[in-house]
């Protein structure tokens, strides 16, 4: 084991489950986006900083909630409807 975090260490033995679990298929398994996807619809919100004040780690707190929790339900199949979106340019 590396003596500090090593992407390529950890992702070299979670990558072939990564693939067997079809996390790479941006459909799981349907042939075609206008399929209804059988496991359901997963929306979440995802609202903006209120402007009344200076941000703080509320704000940083909500966000991750809602980010871990997409993050978790879409690989088990329901439909994001739209694909994770960002409200900067900036890929994360």
């Known amino acids: 084991m590396p003596d500090s975090y090593s992407p390529q260490y950890v992702e070299a033995a979670w990558y072939p489950w990564w693939e067997k679990q079809g996390y790479f298929k941006p459909e799981y398994g349907r042939d075609r986006v206008s399929e209804v996807n059988p496991k359901g619809l997963f929306m979440i919100c995802i609202p903006p900083p209120n ?12 966000n991750a909630i809602q980010d ?11 439909d ?9 340019p900036l890929d994360p």
């Open 51 to 62: 402007v009344t004040g200076s941000l703080h780690l509320g704000h940083a707190l909500t």
């Open 68 to 78: 871990s929790l997409t993050r978790w339900y879409v690989p088990l199949g329901p």
């Open 80 to 88: 994001p409807g739209l694909p994770q979106l960002y409200h900067c």
